[in-house]
């Protein structure tokens, strides 16, 4: 199924280290504090995005990793920070922070004449992988300074940058896997395999987010080591999770994997159970709101639904492994919602656009944030779909809702082109529904490039299920999650606000008649385009997307929660003969 889209942005290099520059500057002059320390690892993960792009560039031209002048300064760079980034958090974000004088230097080296394409590290924006995990992983290894250490691009070379500095370690490699996701390879020129295997015989740190399905990035650069002469038992592997290699992974992957050491931090070892309360995040989240620290619940995985609904046979369906670090906190009669929404000013980006909904009075109120999470009020009431509030007033509240986002919110990033969206949509149906089917659909479709001149990206909702919504005791209609599903990991991102209407329409499963006047409630508030043909086209991607995201999740679970993943397939995949006809 194609459900999961890269998140990339092309920058000029220059631009990039002006604001690598102002950010080390900005951190230099600032005094100890939490604050600091969020702008050092700002800092830290633009220049990791960087240096990534700028080594894949090279990597590009070369077809292989090898040595380079820009490369040696952008690990140095990557150490440098990495090394204040561990005074900052084992002082509890207090001392004094310099850098050595020629760190200046080094960023300038990191330049070229081309733009460069650069990836947001899935980690560090969707799962709650926090940078410094990896130095307490690093701590506690028993690893000597003589460790070789390598990370996997993209957000490997910052992860092992990390790992060096808590080891006392050279400046970290980077190689970059590339092929087949599930049969990864690496290719490095002599010059580079001589530097990094000059003593086979020590040991060697292997450091990457993940593993995912496969674990073959962790793999491949294992089996490169192996290959030219270093011992399995010299490898040790630094993930983001103790799990195991993935349902795709090779078997001799797989031996390796649960045979050879795994150093991880979890984050709620790192910032739920920490000893020191500064490094909590419900010291963070309290300081937000100005309460001391209370009760404490987590909501992550689908348990917020044990919290909203009475009955778990009303239990909407949850994508666990997608679903952000959720939180409850109650204190002094009150509760508030702490949410993961992204390191890197992610989560003060969200705030704002937050905070312009929440005085619309269409979200809770935003509180503030906390290093990568979004602290608003938590506001008691009722499922939507459980309310009995009537059609006519959900028809009218999604217009104007929707209304408000096409015309007050502009697209904050990027988003899957048409063509992208018309691909992805036949795919999918042919995979769940048949090539029958598929092609049908592809006809009421029609062309994608007919509609390119009519469309207007805005920030999209991206996810209008009946469960997203409340109605507060006071008799209020909310939406109770609406800041970031527009820059999920996956690949719809902002769209023309037809992607919401038909969503709307589909998921509270609306009459044409309803149909018709939501999209005028909409059309008139935004002046926008919402003809047939172009509805239609969105209901067919739509459709094609929910079933590929919902087969996805369906993969990973069982018992109660298969059946409703199972139920939710099916309602997308009734509404198929609607569309495409008999």
Request: with cysteine; charged share 25%; glycine share 8%.
């Amino acid at each position: 199924m194609l459900v999961y889209g890269d998140v990339e942005h092309i920058e000029r290099a220059a631009a990039v280290r002006a604001s690598i520059s102002r950010l080390m500057t900005a951190c230099i002059e600032m005094q100890p504090s939490r604050r600091r320390h969020e702008s050092l690892i700002r800092a830290f993960m633009l220049t990791g995005e960087l240096v990534q792009g700028l080594a894949d560039q090279e990597f590009a031209s070369k077809r292989a990793d090898d040595l380079s002048e820009l490369q040696d300064a952008g690990a140095k760079l990557l150490l440098m920070q990495s090394r204040a980034i561990m005074q900052s958090w084992q002082s509890g974000f207090a001392g004094i922070l310099s850098f050595p004088e020629d760190w200046a230097s080094k960023l300038d080296l990191l330049d070229s004449t081309d733009p460069v394409r650069m990836k947001r590290a899935e980690g560090y924006a969707f799962y709650a992988l926090y940078p410094e995990s990896y130095i307490e992983a690093a701590s506690v290894s028993n690893l000597t300074p003589k460790t070789v250490v390598i990370g996997i691009r993209s957000i490997g070379n910052g992860l092992a940058a990390l790992v060096s500095s808590a080891l006392g370690a050279e400046p970290a490699y980077s190689l970059r896997p590339t092929g087949h996701p599930f049969e990864r390879r690496v290719r490095v020129t002599p010059a580079l395999s001589e530097r990094i295997l000059a003593d086979r015989d020590t040991d060697f740190a292997i450091v990457d987010e993940g593993p995912g399905l496969s674990g073959s990035s962790f793999g491949c650069v294992a089996d490169w080591l192996q290959a030219n002469g270093v011992a399995s038992g010299r490898l040790h592997f630094f993930p983001s999770h103790a799990g195991e290699a993935g349902p795709h992974a090779s078997e001799p992957h797989r031996t390796r994997w649960r045979d050879r050491p795994r150093h991880v931090v979890s984050f709620d070892d790192l910032t739920l159970k920490a000893q020191d309360p500064k490094h909590r995040l419900q010291t963070w989240a309290a300081d937000v709101v100005a309460v001391a620290p209370s009760s404490w619940r987590d909501l992550s995985g689908g348990a917020w639904r044990d919290v909203r609904y009475r009955d778990p046979s009303h239990w909407p369906p949850s994508y666990m492994q997608m679903e952000k670090r959720k939180f409850l906190m109650e204190a002094k009669g009150a509760a508030w919602h702490v949410k993961f929404a992204g390191l890197c000013g992610s989560d003060v980006d969200k705030a704002r656009r937050g905070s312009l909904l929440s005085e619309a009075g269409f979200i809770p109120k935003i509180a503030g944030t906390c290093y990568g999470f979004i602290v608003e009020e938590w506001l008691d009431g009722t499922p939507l779909d459980h309310s009995g509030v009537s059609r006519r007033d959900i028809v009218d509240h999604l217009g104007r809702y929707l209304g408000f986002r096409a015309r007050h919110l502009p697209a904050r990033n990027g988003g899957a082109s048409i063509h992208k969206l018309c691909e992805m949509a036949i795919f999918n149906i042919t995979e769940a529904a048949g090539s029958d089917t598929a092609e049908k659909l592809r006809c009421v479709m029609g062309a994608p490039e007919r509609l390119a001149g009519r469309l207007r990206r805005v920030d999209t909702d991206n996810r209008l299920h009946p469960w997203e919504w409340l109605t507060t005791t006071a008799g209020r209609i909310m939406k109770t999650d609406a800041l970031d599903h527009n820059a999920a990991h996956d690949l719809i991102g902002c769209q023309d606000i037809a992607w919401d209407v038909v969503g709307a329409c589909v998921e509270f499963e609306l009459s044409s008649k309803e149909r018709d006047c939501l999209a005028d409630l909409v059309g008139r508030e935004a002046d926008c385009d919402l003809r047939d043909d172009v509805l239609k086209f969105f209901e067919a991607c739509y459709l094609g997307f929910q079933i590929g995201l919902w087969s996805q999740a369906r993969a990973s679970v069982d018992g109660a929660e298969r059946e409703r993943i199972e139920s939710t397939i099916k309602r997308y995949l009734d509404r198929l003969p609607q569309l495409v006809g008999p």
